[in-house]
């Protein structure tokens, strides 16, 4: 059965705790007819494997170069999303929040986690951390300055509390020196932290003849 | 509640830590808490706000100490005792039990949570409002660093699920919701961080009129 | 700073326990703890003040899950070694080290933190005041329940030792101090028990007129 | 050496973390002359012998018996407490708070757990505990409830948070009944809860004849 295949780094050792625990909570739950195993591996194999930020990606990605998308992305960016297929649990009303020049998007959820999942997988263990969810409403420069992210001191800082069922997709500025690039070659610049607000796209490797770093 | 999930504003929790190239799960026990969760709410006994409320409910301490999928798991195992889900009289397999062919289906389907909402709207893009001073025993999506403060609506969502009353059984209770934006220093004062500012979705009863 | 000491109405901690017949200390290890801090305390390397910061810098997780002497054993160890009290260099024996002979009398004394301030009075009892919305990263002695709501000065007690000054090596600076009362609805809004008002003693600094 | 008769209630048992963890703490202090074992004595022992709830209650039962010194303790509680003896540490500023049939005082500190030693002694578990700490100043009526005490719904409820170094004893109400007993009587009467505000001084236990209870 695949569910018991958890990872056991150390064949010789004994199992921790927790995979103890959870196994014997889900041994009940299997034998009580509350869950099917094989469904515990659907679900599973979608998040690990099918559903990741590589779908935001796109959808910045065509938003840089589809201004009817990226205008309906600021009107209905579920319904937007959704044409491209990434729509369900965790994404059922989307916004869709666009940096400018003058103002930068941080996304955090304070009281527990919340994500858009359809467009960016699982969240990341810092996402739900203490640190970031206490300090991202109070003091999102110092946090964004653990990033590695410096902006210029005149940015505006936007902070979207995720505190409702709506979630919020960062839409970065297109990076300079892109202006030859495909919308697969720029999904391929949109990383996870661009579209939550505490990174920006990667600037792209090759820069063509003639335009300025 | 102002539990232990209330955590925007609070400090002492020290840097945060990205991990460079972060695995979707640290443990497959972690990849297991995810999937028995969805599969059991699948079953209809609690629904998300219930599922938060649990979470927000454990004792601060265990809360503090525990990683997010430990408090998720804490969570199940309480839902599960208080619906008596595990009781021997209970039937065996339960009617609503998730399939594993059904999992797509449902994951992409996710939950539709908005409500139509007969009465006209409060509130309109541009008014200054309060949220309000409230501190209910029971479960709330108002956090406290907002409470008492003057922001204003910045758009209009139509009506969603009351969290307030959807996580304590007292049915869906539809409001309006609004996005309501604070500037850094009305929530933070002298302390606040310049060019700041922070927004918070709202159902309409969190909200005053100032 | 807004640590977890800070707990004026968080919620979830369950009942209040009293045990009947409590005994002064619970372990051995407990009036150790009482003695080691109040005998290192004596030395001079810190003050009441940087005490209380210590233990509420201590991670919230840590802090939650500590019994009351172990939060006071961990920020005695860590006070230790910030000052470098344990380093080789360290001169043997202190030179301060408090004597059995002189622990009366230094209990008896106590501290004065009361100091004149030359400045009259900001407030005078019956002025209405708005607790000021602050969040420093430092100590600080307003709780985070008040700030931002308007109480009544009760009265006013002279000048005493700043904390948050007095914490961070940044000198006595003695402000007056008020016992500023608020009414229960001004600071829980509708879900205050009837009949309640809370005070908190409060220094200039931390008030403002309304 | 007295310090080192930690109790070991199982001397066959190894000792526990904690007692380990101090007894390290202190031999390395002691071994850098930051502290002397018999200080630390000292300490304890006026602490668990000397000073304690015993001290408030002979205040609380002059200030009962005597109106002067109810006036100097309200105008004065400092001068007038250390008149009788009880000065010092935790005790440097004090305020005495008078209940009436009006309004309950209680007495709490939200922030870590400020309390009047030389007249109560140290304080118990429950007055440190965050479910006291974080209600108190909530809540006071249901926490009282915990306590077995049920205000009057009329009363009024006073709650001193002991943010600074003014240091509360609450003067509760002369119970009925007491009319002809001296102060060393009364003084038994008068609990720790009772000087806190978690509980009233207890009914005498004899009440004088033609005196309805």
């Known amino acids: 059965m695949p569910h018991d295949h958890h ?21 009940a739950m299997v034998a009580k007819g509350l869950v099917d195993p094989a469904a515990i591996d659907a679900i599973i194999e979608t998040y690990a494997e099918k ?74 263990v810092w996402y739900k951390s203490p640190a970031y ?81 | 509640m102002n539990g232990p999930q209330d955590l925007g504003g609070a400090m002492g929790f020290g840097p945060v830590r990205p991990e460079a190239d972060e695995p979707v799960f640290h443990a497959g026990w972690e990849a297991r808490v995810l999937g028995l969760t969805l599969a059991a709410g699948a079953l209809g006994h609690w629904n998300i706000d219930a599922s938060r409320h649990a979470r927000e409910s454990l004792p601060p301490a265990v809360y503090h100490a525990s990683s997010y999928y430990e408090i998720w798991l804490r969570a199940l195992e309480a839902l599960i005792e208080r619906q008596g889900l595990l009781r021997p ?24 949570y908005a409500r139509p909402v007969a009465a006209p709207p409060r509130f309109r893009r541009g008014d200054r409002v309060r949220a309000r001073n409230i501190h209910p025993r029971g479960h709330t999506r108002l956090p406290r660093y907002v409470r008492g403060h003057v922001g204003r609506i910045e758009a209009e969502h139509g009506g969603f699920i009351l969290p307030d009353a959807h996580a304590h059984g007292r049915g869906e209770a539809p409001e309006r919701l609004y996005t309501v934006v604070f500037d850094g220093a ?3 004062g002298p302390d606040a961080e310049p060019g700041l500012s922070v927004s918070v979705d709202a159902w309409e009863s969190y909200l005053e009129p100032v």
């Open chain 1, 7 to 27: 990872d056991h780094p150390h064949h010789d050792a004994p199992p921790d705790p927790m995979t103890e625990r959870v196994r014997r909570l889900e041994a």
């Open chain 1, 51 to 124: 559903v990741g930020p590589k779908n935001g990606a796109a959808v910045v990605a065509r938003a840089w170069t589809d201004p009817d998308f990226a205008d309906w992305l600021r009107r209905d960016a579920t319904a937007a999303i959704a044409s491209m297929g990434y729509a369900g649990r965790q994404g059922e009303h989307m916004q869709a929040v666009f940096n400018t020049p003058r103002e930068h998007n941080l996304v955090v959820c304070t009281l527990c986690s919340c994500y858009p999942w359809p467009v960016l997988g699982l969240p990341p």
């Open chain 1, 133 to 213: 969810r206490s300090r991202a409403v109070l003091e999102p420069r110092s946090v964004l300055a653990e990033f590695g992210l410096e902006l210029p001191p005149g940015t505006r800082i936007r902070v979207w509390d995720s505190t409702a069922e709506l979630r919020y997709l960062v839409v970065p500025m297109r990076p300079e020196g892109t202006e030859g690039m495909d919308a697969g070659a720029l999904a391929a610049l949109v990383t996870r932290e661009a579209m939550i607000g505490t990174g920006l796209p990667k600037v792209p490797k090759r820069v063509p003849a003639g335009v300025p770093s």
């Open chain 2, 89 to 112: 009289d209970a039937p065996v397999p339960h009617p609503r039990r998730l399939s594993a062919a059904a999992v797509p289906a449902a994951i992409a389907a996710g939950t539709d």
């Open chain 2, 186 to 188: 009305e929530l933070w």
